[in-house]
């Protein structure tokens, strides 16, 4: 299919009725992809919870330090970005190829608003490559396949989860998703993941409004039940901890942790 006739399948398949969480993001990130279902959800959510826009902007910042690490420290080449997003400056192939050009990234996500927009993840640099996989986090061994076209499973891979454990309910175990996509790995290979936390009753009763009419739900879990995706990981310091407390840039100027109610770790394959 050629990419016009795969965003305008893709555009067919966009939904203007419900919230999508890729939309909505974008609207919290200051984005233009966006309806009024969208900016509707993501102003309840500012109004229960203020500091939500900051939480969406931190977990960026949280994503470039990440990438950064992992190719300048851990010496990663091989990306494979789960629940991608719509695309915004500083992408991950953005980061990681800034510093390395032969790094390899491919992109998940099965909203179709992303996928319209896949085309603006696909610039490579010459040496590198990029692809996109139109799948659900919940089909582990699609995603994989898929994924082989670009990258060399026989190499360290940096699996990167961030919102998406989240929108995976309990009863679809989203820790053996985790399993699965972490098994066919080499060791050398990293989890990067982060999600909201349930501590926060401000940002409880937001996304509870949220889930009310979207399209996708979202779970809140505890810090300790998100530090468990990393079981039979070597979690990188300083551990699972807020999102600005993770390697924070030196010039970063201080945010109250109380209030970001998000958590990340970045974790190493033995």
């Given at each position: ?16 009725t ?5 939309r ?15 900016r ?5 959510l500012?109004?229960l ?30 990306f ?60 582990p ?15 360290p ?87 600005p407390?993770?390697h ?23």
């Amino acid at each position: 299919m050629r990419d016009s006739d795969a965003e305008a399948s893709a555009w067919a398949r966009v939904d203007t009725t419900v919230p999508h969480s890729a939309r909505v993001w974008d609207f919290l990130l200051g984005g233009k992809d966006h309806f009024p279902v969208d900016r509707e959800a993501g102003e309840t959510l500012l109004r229960l919870f203020p500091d939500f826009a900051m939480v969406a902007r931190l977990q960026r910042e949280f994503l470039i330090r990440s990438v950064r690490h992992l190719v300048q420290e851990a010496g990663i080449r091989q990306f494979l970005d789960i629940g991608t997003g719509l695309p915004t400056a500083n992408n991950t192939h953005e980061v990681a190829q800034g510093i390395a050009p032969e790094t390899r990234v491919v992109y998940v996500d099965h909203d179709p608003i992303v996928l319209a927009h896949a085309r603006a993840l696909l610039t490579s640099t010459p040496e590198g490559a990029t692809d996109y996989v139109d799948s659900d986090v919940r089909r582990p061994d699609l995603i994989l396949e898929e994924a082989a076209r670009t990258l060399d499973f026989t190499r360290p891979i940096a699996v990167m989860m961030l919102s998406i454990a989240g929108q995976v309910a309990d009863d679809d175990d989203p820790r053996g998703i985790v399993e699965r996509l972490m098994r066919p790995l080499p060791s050398g290979s990293y989890l990067v993941l982060s999600d909201g936390t349930n501590t926060n009753p401000a940002l409880i009763e937001a996304v509870t409004a949220y889930n009310q009419n979207a399209a996708n739900t979202y779970q809140l879990r505890s810090p300790e039940q998100i530090a468990d995706f990393f079981t039979g990981l070597e979690v990188v310091e300083p551990g699972v901890v807020p999102t600005p407390e993770w390697h924070p840039d030196p010039d970063r100027w201080d945010e109250p942790a109380a209030v970001i109610s998000a958590v990340c770790g970045v974790a190493r394959k033995p």
